[in-house]
């Protein structure tokens, strides 16, 4: 097989990747290292098109506040923004839970493309990545002992995690909708309603 971007050849067919071309029935052949740095420019541009989203909703929304796209796009690029905040505590949750349990955690990856910024800390390398799109945390077990019920709660602790931010953020938004008291003269907070 051969690639279609940098030509690479190789016997071992099951190491390309096949992929559809946009709009099209044909297919391009491409070799890991092309699909990976398609996907990383893919990322790239989704990500300046949430935030120009997010720009473009604000605006439309300074324009007219009942604007039905100023609130999606505003919406959809603070929920993108939210879940991108959620990445380094998942990714926290998934190694201080495999460490509690025994396991050895290596290195926690934040993002992706080039590194942007290493720390090592709690015998724990941290990469941060140029675009903050998702994670990974390399762990590894030091015994073989209840592995799956500790692998389960390894993998476990990170969903977790997102799911007390988010009652968090649940309780804390609907404590603000019931602020402020009620009293005469008190200002009304009609545009979260």
């Given at each position: 097989m051969k690639c279609d971007i940098c030509g690479t050849e190789s016997d071992f067919d099951a190491g390309f990747i096949k992929e559809r071309?946009?709009?099209r029935t044909s297919h391009r052949t491409l070799c890991p290292a092309c699909w990976i740095h398609r996907r990383h420019k893919f990322e790239g541009w989704s990500q300046l098109a949430?935030?120009?989203g997010g720009i473009i909703g604000c605006i439309l929304l300074w324009v007219d506040p009942?604007?039905?796209p100023g609130?999606?796009?505003?919406v959809f690029f603070l929920v993108h923004l939210f879940l991108i905040?959620?990445?380094i505590p998942h990714e926290l949750g998934h190694a201080i839970v495999a460490r509690l349990l025994g396991w050895r955690v290596f290195q926690v990856v934040i993002g992706i493309g080039k590194p942007?910024?290493?720390w090592r800390g709690f015998g724990i390398n941290?990469?941060?990545n140029r675009l903050p799109v998702g994670g990974i945390t390399q762990m590894t077990p030091v015994d073989l002992r209840w592995f799956r019920v500790k692998r389960f709660l390894a993998v476990l602790a990170g969903p977790a995690i997102n799911f007390v931010m988010a009652a968090a953020v649940f309780f804390i938004w609907q404590g603000i909708r019931a602020w402020p008291p009620d009293f005469p003269g008190a200002l009304t907070m009609s545009w979260i309603s």
């Open positions: 071309k946009t709009f949430i935030v120009a009942q604007s039905f609130w999606f796009l505003t905040l959620t990445i942007f910024f290493r941290f990469t941060f």
